[in-house]
């Protein structure tokens, strides 16, 4: 199995700044791909960005030129720095990664449990 946990949520007012952490533990083989989610109040889950491991970036449209993604592979560790931020990115921001186990197996897709990031106007 794989565990994820995040790190770094919070309260901040509009325009700071927030990163958020995500540790990926177990018997891991290898993580083709970590990534951010979130999912605002009545709102369904949304990707953010994610990062290969070869550093390809996917970011949406409205996180383009404030969030950025970096991965450390060695560490399994994906971070996310957010920047410039709005009222509009309050949610709950999950962790996740698609990644094989060394007992063999279909890569799957793993999830945190989230952390909740909230900016006041």
């Known amino acids: 199995q794989v565990q994820l946990v995040e790190s770094g949520g919070g309260l901040v007012q509009a325009g700071g700044s927030l990163r958020l952490s995500c540790a990926a533990s177990?018997?891991?083989?290898?993580?083709?791909?970590m990534g951010w989610f979130r999912q605002a109040p009545g709102k369904q889950r949304e990707l953010v960005v994610d990062i290969t491991s070869g550093g390809s970036t996917n970011y949406a449209d409205s996180v383009k030129g404030r969030f950025t993604i970096s991965r450390d592979n060695a560490k399994n560790t994906a971070f996310l720095q957010m920047n410039s931020l709005k009222p509009e990115d309050t949610g709950v921001y999950y962790c996740?990664?698609?990644?094989?186990?060394?007992?063999?197996?279909?890569?799957?897709?793993?999830w945190g449990q989230g952390t909740q990031v909230t900016v006041s106007s």
């Open positions: 996740n990664a698609i990644a094989t186990l060394y007992s063999g197996g279909r890569e799957k897709v793993y």
């Open positions: 177990g018997s891991i083989f290898s993580i083709r791909a």
